[in-house]
């Protein structure tokens, strides 16, 4: 009776899993028809944005995460050239499939997951925070942030990028770092307990109590609600898989928790790092708007002490999502 019981929970959590991958797809498909953009194309680079979102949702809800350090086990670096030319064939069949192959876009591809993965081997599988997983990280944020990665997933037409750079660059972050590294200490799990709700409720208000005053004098934030049912829906689950999750697991996950692990010193720890996410949203249309910047640093503080105190990237990820989806829904002043 006992052993049937982990079993039934990783059963039931494969079913998530496929079942997060799925609700993304069907997001990204609506979003795409009510775009204007059917067809052959659209099955092709949902497959793929499929392909690469299910090991992303896997290793959020099962124990692939085990599996996964128990395969770089037994293949060892040459699993870092299995991932990179996993990437190329997921950019070959979208790119063929939506008629915008690119070989300078299928290098880029290489690029991209060669270089942190080579930065990982030069490391080696201690798990201990060492010069090149600064390095690696560098390498990963950097093109993601300022647009680098723009340019290879180009169809739909102006809509190149975000949606498929995302799933990319959390695989490569998440293989390259828990897979290889074996960063035990990053807690990359979708787990969540109703005592984290309190902490996220003070989190979200003391933000608020100080964003909104600086926000609204400034003119950066304005009451302007945009409450159309497909945002009302969409915004919060696209902010949570899209923009929130990944970016707690590089600033909370791997900047915060190295920085924690060699200084041993929370408030250092979150300080840095928040200054960090601060800087990283220089990048972003209209910039630089060093109010942008201030209340990015501001509110990466609050996500810092959450994922600390509570040990969950989820908690963290959740308060991102209800600080993003509140500016996008009623704040937004452009």
Sequence with gaps: MLGTVPRVRVKSRWYWAWGLTGLIAVGATVAAVLGHKVGLPLAFAVLVLAAMAFPYMALAMTSVRRDMTQWFDRVGAIGLAWLVLGFLVCYAIYACGTGVFSPVALVRVAVFAALPAACAWSAGRDGRVRWQDWCAIACIWLPFNFGLLDG????????????????????????????????????????????????????????????????????????????????LVGSPLAIFFFIAVPE???????????????????????????????VSHWHNPGLPDFRYLGLAAIAGCFYGYTSWRTGSLTASALLHTAVDTLWDLFLHAG
């Design 152 to 231: 290879i997933w180009e169809w739909p037409e102006g809509q190149a990028g975000y949606i498929m750079n995302t799933p990319f660059a959390m695989n490569v972050g998440l293989f390259t770092f828990i897979g290889y590294r074996r960063f035990a200490a990053v807690p990359f799990r979708f787990t969540f307990t109703r005592q984290h709700l309190p902490l996220i409720g003070a989190m979200l208000a003391g933000f608020m109590a100080i964003a909104l005053p600086i926000g609204l004098g400034t003119g950066f934030l304005a009451f302007h609600p945009r409450l159309e049912w497909v945002k």
């Design 248 to 278: 707690e697991f590089l600033f909370r996950g791997l900047i915060q928790g190295m920085l924690l692990q060699r200084l041993g010193r929370p408030a250092v720890a979150i300080a840095v790092t928040s200054l960090l996410f601060g």
